[in-house]
């Protein structure tokens, strides 16, 4: 079974431009999270979807920040407009919301190298 | 609500050597516990998971951990360490679903294992 995919792998982009990653989860899997790594913060959770709907944005940083997933194998993660802080992994990562017990593993994708110029 | 703390953000053995990373947790239920690698440039992957069923899991690698409810510990350990054993292990905790904050992962900072020759 394919694992879940990340595009693109690396970006780098000017300040101000606009940034979309993407992502598709691992067929059947319910739940699907958007994670931003930094060495000064470690590993953030930013947003997660519960069967394509949003259940908590709190780790989403500001209005720059927004998140869809307009069916189960697709979601993006855009900022507009991108700012050097920005720079980061952006990681997703997929659970399948079943099991027993349903742990909430997670399974992640290779990440997407996002640099700000 | 749970948290999870990892003692030592750096962590250097020879090789050959006995691997011990350290992890505490905080749950206001019985927890989910998980140990994950990330080598450079990659995304987590699982190494192990407590669910319950035994405390003390093994995984691959030659990894384990053992949970330890009344020091609210699950550390990780190897035998003997090897070079490629070089990577950053991430301990989490989740609680069931039902609970608040339930299916959530939750990540510790990091610990960086380098493997001496």
């Known amino acids: 079974d394919a694992g879940v995919i990340q595009s693109p792998r690396h970006e780098v982009t000017e300040m101000g431009q606009e940034v979309t990653l993407r992502c598709k989860p691992i067929?059947?899997?319910?739940?699907l999270f958007w994670y931003r790594q930094t060495m000064m913060r470690g590993l953030e959770l930013l947003i997660y979807?519960?069967?394509?709907?949003?259940?908590?944005d709190s780790g989403m940083p500001e209005d720059r920040f927004s998140a869809k997933m307009p069916n189960a194998s697709f979601s993006t993660l855009k900022i507009q407009p991108s700012e050097p802080r920005d720079s980061a992994v952006y990681f997703c990562?997929?659970?399948?919301?079943?099991?027993?017990?349903?742990?909430?593993?997670?399974?992640f994708g290779e990440g997407s190298r996002l640099t700000v110029l | 609500a749970q948290s999870v703390t990892q003692l030592g953000s750096h962590v250097s053995v020879s090789e050959g050597a006995l691997v011990l990373l350290r992890c505490n947790y905080s749950?206001?239920?019985?927890?989910?516990l998980f140990w994950y690698v990330q080598y450079p440039n990659q995304g987590l992957q699982l190494l192990l998971k407590?669910?319950?069923?035994?405390?003390l899991v093994k995984g691959i690698n030659g990894f384990e951990a053992e949970f330890k409810k009344s020091e609210t510990s699950f550390h990780l350990t190897k035998p003997s360490a090897h070079m490629s054993d070089a990577a950053e292990y991430f301990c989490?905790?989740?609680?069931?679903?039902?609970?608040?904050?339930?299916?959530?992962?939750?990540f510790g900072q990091g610990t960086e294992l380098s493997v001496k020759p």
């Open positions: 989490a905790v989740s609680a069931p679903r039902g609970a608040n904050q339930g299916g959530k992962l939750i």
């Open positions: 407590y669910t319950s069923a035994a405390t």
């Open positions: 979807f519960n069967n394509n709907v949003p259940i908590d």
């Open positions: 749950s206001s239920v019985p927890p989910y």
């Open positions: 067929s059947g899997h319910d739940y």
């Open positions: 990562a997929s659970s399948p919301g079943t099991g027993e017990p349903d742990t909430g593993e997670l399974f």
